[in-house]
């Protein structure tokens, strides 16, 4: 999952800058990238966290049925620590798990299909929906349903704001508080 995942960040974010420079006069805002009032901050923290701890939750529920997941991801930490070094590790997490997947998610997702779901008149509820649904789909399937929820709380977001800057800040948010939660779960 993580080789296919690093694979499809790049393709994801070249494929939806290029198709949007060609199809539209104006591609960062067709994608969403507009201002974003300060009214968002608040509510975009404290819905990350609130939905980071349920997806912690989650996995601590499912990991005390003898799946192992923290197990595994201790390993693989401790072995990319091992290998690229504590600072370039720490720092590649940041980039990419903080900075980079966010951007080019929420931009595919939120930017990109989302406006193609509301073009074909799903602008509500089912909207939201198939969103979310799809949005869960990139990850591995035990995180299924918390990043379903997630789904759904970005492009709710999105939707209200109409930009993407809150649902990339929620997302990084969310990211660096799972990493930290997963960290802090090391065995």
């Not at 960062?28 to 912690?56: E, H, N």
């Not at 620590?81 to 940041?94: A, M, N």
């Not at 035990?142 to 809150?166: D, H, K, N, Q, Y």
Request: proline share 5%; aromatic share 22%; with cysteine.
């Amino acid at each position: 999952w993580l080789v296919s995942y690093l694979i499809s960040i790049p393709v994801l974010a070249v494929s939806t800058i290029s198709y949007s420079g060609r199809r539209f006069s104006q591609p960062t805002r067709s994608l969403g990238f507009s201002t974003a009032g300060v009214q968002w901050f608040p509510q975009t923290v404290f819905f990350s966290i609130v939905l980071a701890g349920f997806f912690y939750f989650y996995l601590a529920f499912v990991d005390s049925n003898e799946s192992i997941i923290f197990f595994k991801n201790a390993e693989f930490w401790k072995t990319s620590s091992e290998t690229l070094g504590p600072v370039f590790f720490i720092f590649s997490l940041v980039l990419v798990y903080g900075i980079i997947a966010p951007l080019v998610e929420e931009m595919f997702f939120r930017g990109f299909v989302d406006q193609a779901l509301r073009r074909i008149g799903m602008n509500g509820f089912w909207g939201i929906i198939v969103n979310g649904a799809l949005f869960s789909l990139f990850y591995p399937w035990i995180a299924i349903p918390p990043v379903m929820l997630m789904g759904f709380f970005l492009t709710l977001l999105f939707r209200r704001s109409e930009t993407l800057w809150p649902c990339i800040l929620s997302h990084s948010i969310f990211n660096f508080f799972i990493v930290f939660l997963c960290a802090w779960n090391l065995r």
